[in-house]
């Protein structure tokens, strides 16, 4: 589950953006059904560990522009993150759980992160999301695998993901008006692409200071009791 979730991402990805001069004007073109069409395939597909979260952010700011395009992204995440769970819960089982409680420091982090209220659950899985290089499926299963509550699991992954997606949901939108003849357009479109970048990774910077900041908390901490333990 793991390798499929890390390796079919992109190469659906790079395929995606190959097929934008046809998906795009499609979906353009038939708003009210391409928009069902656009998020309830990037449920299905992004829930099976085949597409990745730049490309589908991309498209949506190609066809539905940025008004559009950042809620039916966000749908559409929100819906791939969910089934993707339900998938690796069930297959993962308990063997995780049983790993972690083999070892003292992994199982006081893993207690205190995801077992300290709800807050600090939706905390944990937005820091998590957070980064621009985050892999989407591949938490997916991690996140399942770790017993992460439904809840905030949904709740995190949305306000870990809404930066960036807004960001390339931006750049498609950009990207569909984009004049590559006109060279002044071209150089403002692609210095306001690097600063989008840039900042997505200072954002990353600052999660996993923050991640590590937790950890080093977590562990602090000692291991409370698990329900049913004795």
């Known amino acids: 589950m793991a390798l499929l979730a890390t390796v079919a991402p992109p190469v659906s990805g790079l395929l995606l953006l190959g097929t934008l001069n046809h998906v795009g004007p499609w979906l353009r073109e038939h708003q009210e059904w391409g928009a069902l069409l656009y998020a309830g395939g990037f449920a299905l597909l992004g829930g099976l560990a085949l597409l990745p979260t730049y490309a589908p952010s991309i498209l949506a700011g190609w066809a539905f522009g940025v008004a559009g395009g950042i809620p039916l992204a966000l749908a559409g995440f929100l819906g791939a993150s969910l089934l ?10 308990n063997r995780l759980e ?12 893993y207690d205190a992160l995801l077992r300290s209220g709800f807050w600090k659950a939706v905390l944990i899985v937005s820091l998590l999301r957070l980064p621009p290089n985050s892999p989407f499926a591949a938490s997916n299963v991690a996140m399942a695998a770790l017993r992460v509550p439904a809840v905030p699991y949904g709740l995190g992954t949305l306000l870990g993901l809404a930066p960036k997606t807004s960001a390339m949901v931006v750049a498609g939108a950009g990207l569909s008006v984009l004049d590559l003849s006109d060279r002044v357009q071209t ?4 210095a306001g692409l690097v600063l989008t970048i840039a900042a997505l990774g ?5 999660a996993r200071a923050a991640l590590q900041r ?13 329900a049913g333990a004795r």
């Open 187 to 190: 150089g403002w479109f692609a």
């Open 202 to 206: 200072l954002l990353g910077v600052i």
């Open 214 to 226: 937790v950890e080093r908390e977590s562990v602090a901490q000692p291991v409370r009791p698990r």
């Open 98 to 109: 049983a790993l972690l409680a083999q070892h003292t420091r992994w199982n006081a982090v």
């Open 84 to 93: 993707g769970y339900l998938i690796a819960r069930r297959l993962s089982g």
